[in-house]
């Protein structure tokens, strides 16, 4: 669904991505962990469009999305929710979501997202007229996610989901990660709470200073020795 092929990232002279490689297919949740400043926010703004890569092939569905706008890219299927959620703090849940769907014309396809929304987050319809910048952070959160989801996309960049939420928040989050997942979207996490990226992933890499340095089954990596004295404390 998803590759990345050899990709080289430069933010002015920092070498940011050096030759990074890796795949997403369809159905899966992979994740990508690593310390700050590991490249892992990095390669979400790369397949998003908010970044190009110098060098290397960026393909989704077999197209290359190298010199693709964001807003296109968006329109071929791929979210992505920014780390620091980003909801538009003035405007209402209601409204944060609508933009959402501001590629979309199906009106009753909208309608029926904005439900399916509110299944997945019942607080988003409490709080459906309420001005985002008021939300507190795990609903700020679930906002961005829901607002993510209104384009249907086929995969979801999620960037630190559970930064600065609390430990029951957290795991609230990460369940609807899954559920979100069994409705059938592709998800691409990147998360610092190394422990729960891995519990709900099929698949992980390992970054450290813009380069992949372990791959594979995520349990297999939870289960390393090397992942855990690193990632996982202990």
Known sequence: MLVLEDVNVYYGAIHALKG?????????IVTLIGSNGAGKSTSLKTISGLLRPKTGKLTFNGENLATVAPQSIVAKGISHVPEGRRVF???TVIENLELGA??????A???EAIKHVYSLFPRLEERKSQISGTLSGGEQQMLAMGRALMSKPQLLLLDEPSMGLAPILVKQIFSI???INASGTTILLVE???HMALSIANRAYVLETGKIVLSGDSKQLAASEEVRKAYLGG
Request: aromatic residues 8%; positive net charge.
């Open 102 to 107: 501001y590629l979309r014309k199906d009106k």
């Open 177 to 179: 990660i899954k559920e």
């Open 20 to 28: 990074i490689s890796f795949e997403v297919n369809q159905g899966e």
């Open 89 to 91: 703090a003035n405007m």
């Open 192 to 194: 610092q709470n190394a």
């Open 109 to 111: 396809g909208i309608k």
